[in-house]
């Protein structure tokens, strides 16, 4: 799963008001965002196999220590607990926060065949394999990325012109890039797959840059400091 994962992180902006979406989107994507760096430095692997499922040429071979539930509960722990160094936020939220990483498998084990670890060390493999079906996996990945926007577009209003304009870049930038994924030809290696995947930074940072220019919107709690 792809954008479904950024729709959840959207719609976390209404339980988690203080904390900024950049914030959200590394806590659902934070899977996403370690994966490619245990790929590049040997620790997980998988291969390009052409067929695999009809959305994803990827196999995804070996990947406790990003995938996990167990790992992910772990990470989910330790994000919270530094976002409560840093920012000292209230039990809610942190909730919130951790739950948003441990999300992360359970949507992947929607979409994925039977390739998600339960445990770092087990051998039992999880996934309901909604990616041999195209249909399936548009209708559901974009309800809930359509789900998240919308929540966050009622959550938040813009400041300026750069939180009105730049709310909707980001949902159509989005868009294309899975879109690409769903229908381009397969990617050419290993190692180009890991390292364009370090451009989902960029999608971090869009999202910190966003919430400072938009506030909560009146009857959604109320003002609050700038998001962190």
């Known amino acids: ?27 659902c994507q934070f ?6 760096n245990l790929v590049l430095a040997g620790v997980e692997r998988f291969d390009i196999a052409p067929g695999n499922t009809v959305v994803t040429p990827l196999a995804f071979t070996h990947y406790p220590w990003s995938h ?19 920012h000292r936020g209230a039990r809610g939220t942190l909730l919130v926060i951790a ?3 441990v999300s992360h498998w359970f949507l992947d084990v929607l979409v994925h065949r039977p390739d998600l670890p339960l445990t770092i060390a087990g051998t039992q493999r999880y996934g309901l394999g909604l ?28 400041r300026d012109r750069c939180g009105r304009f730049g709310l909707w ?11 690409g994924n769903l229908f381009g030809p397969p990617p050419p290696s290993v190692a180009a797959v890991a390292w364009s995947a370090q451009a989902m930074w960029l999608l971090v940072a869009w999202g910190y840059w966003l919430d400072r220019h938009r506030r909560l919107r009146a009857g959604s709690g109320g003002p609050v400091p700038s998001a962190i």
């Open 169 to 179: 870049a980001l949902v159509a930038f989005l868009l294309f890039v899975y879109l």
């Open 1 to 27: 799963m792809f954008i479904g994962h950024f729709g959840l992180g959207f719609g976390a902006k209404a339980a988690a008001r203080q904390v900024s979406l950049g914030t959200l989107i590394l806590a």
């Open 31 to 36: 899977a996403d965002l370690l994966w490619p």
């Open 99 to 101: 739950a948003l990483v």
């Open 131 to 158: 990616w041999n079906s195209i249909p399936a996996t548009l209708a559901v990945e974009l309800s809930l990325f359509a789900a998240g926007v919308f929540i966050y577009a009622r959550t938040t209003v813009a």
């Open 68 to 86: 996990s539930l167990e790992s992910l509960l772990i990470w989910g722990v330790l994000f919270a607990f530094v976002y409560w160094l840093l």
